[in-house]
């Protein structure tokens, strides 16, 4: 097997996005207000690659692409730093990032795979001395409320435990200088909320890491968006998710300038995946960035 470098044109691109690997450059920098940078914490499956006991070419390989904890990005927006979901990776996601301050959680649905790092929220409200506004859809935030009931209650905030204060939200809303807009999208018996990252005007990031289908109405929200992330699970049909034929379909619909696969099984190698597709989209990786000019 041949493993190819990635090709050094998809490192720049002329809209102002760039592809950034110096993560230990940006780390230590602050985000100004003039750019949002978005990391992705993890662009695999719920059950993450490399899969528990497999022997595949994929859950052996040597390229850190292909090892891929559970899917969830990280925002620095213009006036904040905003975490989207919980995975049960997050405690090493935010290592290996060097996170060390949130002033938010979005949440996109219920899913263990999206919500079981909840807990590990502690020590950013330790970090910022207080609870941590968390968003996400009433039925989203009820499920979250279920399980981790403890974080839930104003009256108990005691040191070292986790602690949010809930937002409802089903319409657009403003956080850290942008305009985000839920975008829900069919994901088997749960509804997912993809959310857009918008900025005076311009639709910089849709993120829709869990779905089966993407709605007309939801094609029309994100038409032209600059940077599409999208569920491209496998190419088999999956009841849940869209294959990786249907990410490419939607990509190609709402003319997205560019556009990144994620929540990806061990079914082939990130280089192999990334020969198979088409100019303008590419495969997601853990700990890939974007940085967006705001300017
Ligand atoms: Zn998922
Ligand atoms: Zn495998
Ligand atoms: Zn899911």
């Given at each position: 097997m041949v493993i190819l470098p990635e090709r050094p044109d998809k490192r720049i691109?002329?809209?102002?996005?760039?592809?950034?690997?110096?993560?230990?450059?940006?780390?230590?920098?602050?985000?100004?207000?003039?750019?949002?940078?978005?990391t992705v914490l993890g662009s695999g499956t719920s059950q993450g690659v490399p899969m528990i006991g497999c022997t595949c070419a994929v859950c052996r390989s040597d390229d850190p692409r292909d090892k891929r904890t559970r899917s969830s990005?990280?925002?620095?927006?213009?006036?904040?730093?905003?975490?989207?979901?919980?995975?049960?990776?997050?405690?090493?996601q935010a290592l290996r990032e060097g996170l060390d301050h949130l002033d938010a959680v979005?949440?996109?649905?219920?899913?263990?795979?999206h919500i079981m790092g909840f807990d590990d929220l502690r020590r950013f409200c330790d970090m910022r001395g207080g609870p941590l506004p968390l968003y996400g859809s009433a039925s989203t935030?009820?499920?979250?409320?279920?399980?981790?009931?403890?974080?839930?209650?104003?009256?108990?905030?005691?040191?070292?435990?986790?602690?949010?204060?809930p937002h409802v939200v089903e319409g657009p809303f403003q956080l850290g200088?942008?305009?985000?807009?839920?975008?829900?999208?069919?994901?088997?018996?749960?509804?997912?909320?993809?959310?857009?990252?918008?900025?005076?005007?311009r639709?910089?990031?849709?993120y829709l890491s869990d779905?089966?289908?993407?709605?007309?109405?939801?094609?029309?929200l994100i038409a032209g968006v600059e940077v599409l992330i999208i569920?491209?699970?496998?190419?088999?049909?999956?009841?849940?998710?869209?294959?990786?034929?249907?990410?490419?379909?939607?990509?190609?619909?709402?003319?997205?300038?560019?556009?990144?696969?994620?929540?990806?099984?061990?079914?082939?190698?990130?280089?192999?995946?990334?020969?198979?597709?088409?100019d303008g989209l590419d495969v997601a990786y853990d700990g890939m960035k974007l940085e967006f000019d705001l300017s």
């Open positions: 691109h002329d809209f102002g996005v760039k592809i950034q690997q110096h993560r230990a450059i940006l780390a230590t920098m602050p985000a100004p207000a003039s750019r949002m940078i978005v990005i990280y925002v620095e927006a213009p006036t904040a730093k905003l975490l989207v979901d919980t995975t049960p990776d997050m405690r090493q979005i949440m996109t649905h219920p899913h263990a795979d935030l009820e499920q979250i409320e279920r399980i981790f009931h403890y974080a839930f209650n104003p009256k108990k905030l005691v040191p070292g435990y986790v602690h949010v204060i200088g942008l305009d985000l807009t839920p975008l829900p999208v069919p994901h088997g018996a749960v509804k997912t909320s993809g959310f857009l990252f918008a900025h005076q005007g639709k910089l990031l849709a779905c089966a289908e993407v709605p007309a109405p939801i094609r029309e569920d491209g699970l496998r190419d088999a049909p999956h009841p849940t998710h869209l294959t990786i034929g249907g990410a490419i379909e939607v990509a190609q619909a709402v003319g997205a300038r560019r556009a990144f696969l994620t929540h990806l099984t061990h079914e082939r190698l990130h280089v192999e995946r990334q020969r198979q597709l088409p």
